[in-house]
């Protein structure tokens, strides 16, 4: 048996077929009728929808087989993905390449095999159409071109599924916009509004405390007005594709600095303690801005769920290759069932140690702009005096 090599453009085809978000999902019609209608044109007892991934061979839809995927190193299919045209094996037995196959000495007794390879829109094979039957056979030119239409029709429908997903997706993202605006954003703006009222109204009767305590409120209601409108503004340039990555060699430490002073004040209206030890060896191979956003994010999730004269501790370590920025803040931690969803959905985000108002952007956000860096956000689950999320990115060394 003669495995096939791999592509010579190996990741960036992973990368396509992941991009169609359709491994390991559920049978679908529109699917199956082209591969019966496969099966039916080229008079064949098996025809699959075959997707090549990095060990596997997994099938969207079948006729004629119950298993759901072979090993990559033994499938057909992986020899299809290295032509440009149909890949068509006569009688596999009499075939150097798969005499010995374990497809074709045992079930399903593979002989003949015809695959016509699916071709993305940027060109690259994420997978076959094929045909199979345990007789020897061939396609004659009117099946051949058959096999090849049905093939353009599967990339065609996979397409239109994505273009669905992500109708659907910006739809529940306009409803998520929609609610942020008209209860978040609406609510310490009202704050700001009732307690400009009263210090218009009444400003030479209240006492130098109470009038301190309002100026309090204000700023409080507005630093929150301000963190929710960066989040909406980020997270809609996201979503529209309109954010620019730019990776160079950024040190960490002056931009903990300034996201630090810019957000002091919140530290100090909880009474936060907060500890940073500088390392000027972080260095990471990231965008700057995106970075910033990020950070800022994090200390305003650890301001809002760290207690009253709790605190916040920061510090940065290289460790493999990577850079870890590790933010932890006191009080009681991350519910154990949102944990696993905490970076990759958007969910209903809990009110703050105050009564913070969650708006359910920054995390998904951050996540979003980790990744665009190469990069993820891990939490801690060791951490049992609170919460430690961190920020991975690759080193500049």
């Not at 359709?22 to 699959?48: K, M, R, Y």
């Not at 969803?341 to 359910?360: N, P, V």
Request: aromatic share 6%; net charge negative.
């Amino acid at each position: 048996m003669i495995s096939a090599a791999l592509p010579p453009e190996e990741t960036r085809r992973l990368e396509e077929l992941l991009r169609y978000e359709v491994l390991d999902t559920d049978d679908e019609q529109a699917f199956d009728e082209l591969t019966q209608l496969a099966s039916v044109i080229c008079g064949t007892s098996i025809s699959l929808i075959s997707l090549i991934d990095r060990d596997r061979q997994w099938f969207k839809s079948r006729v004629g087989l119950d298993a759901q995927e072979t090993p990559r190193d033994i499938a057909f299919c992986s020899h299809a993905i290295l032509q440009d045209q149909i890949f068509e094996v006569p009688d596999a037995s009499k075939d150097d390449r798969f005499a010995d196959n374990p497809l074709v000495t045992g079930a399903p007794d593979i002989r003949f095999y015809a695959g016509a390879p699916l071709i993305s829109k940027n060109g690259l094979a994420i997978g076959t159409l094929c045909v199979i039957d345990v007789e020897p056979k061939q396609l004659d030119k009117t099946q051949q071109l058959a096999l090849d239409t049905l093939a353009k029709q599967v990339i065609s429908q996979l397409e239109l599924r994505l273009h669905n997903r992500y109708l659907l997706r910006m739809h529940k993202n306009q409803q998520q916009l929609f609610a942020v605006i008209s209860h978040d954003l609406r609510s310490p703006f009202n704050g700001i509004l009732g307690l400009s009222r009263i210090l218009k109204k009444k400003a030479g009767e209240l006492s130098p405390q109470h009038l301190a305590q309002m100026a309090d409120g204000v700023l409080e209601s507005s630093l929150k007005v301000y963190q929710l409108l960066d989040e909406l503004l980020q997270w809609s340039c996201s979503q529209l594709g309109a954010v620019q990555v730019e990776l160079k060699v950024t040190p960490l430490d002056p931009l903990i600095i300034e996201t630090l002073e810019w957000m002091k004040d919140g530290f100090v209206l909880k009474n936060i303690h907060i500890t940073y030890e500088q390392n000027e060896k972080s260095v990471a191979m990231a965008d700057a801005n995106l970075t910033k956003t990020i950070i800022r994010n994090l200390l305003a999730n650890a301001i809002k769920y760290t207690p009253p004269h709790g605190s916040v501790h920061i510090e940065s370590q290289n460790i493999d290759g990577a850079v870890r920025l590790m933010i932890a803040n006191t009080g009681e931690g991350i519910p154990a069932d949102i944990r696993n969803e905490l970076f990759s959905e958007y969910i209903t985000s809990r009110q703050g140690t105050q009564g913070e108002a969650g708006y359910g952007l920054g995390l998904n956000l951050c996540s979003d702009f980790a990744r665009k860096q190469n990069g993820y956000l891990s939490i801690d689950d060791d951490y049992i005096e609170g919460a430690k999320l961190i920020l991975n990115l690759p080193s500049a060394d």
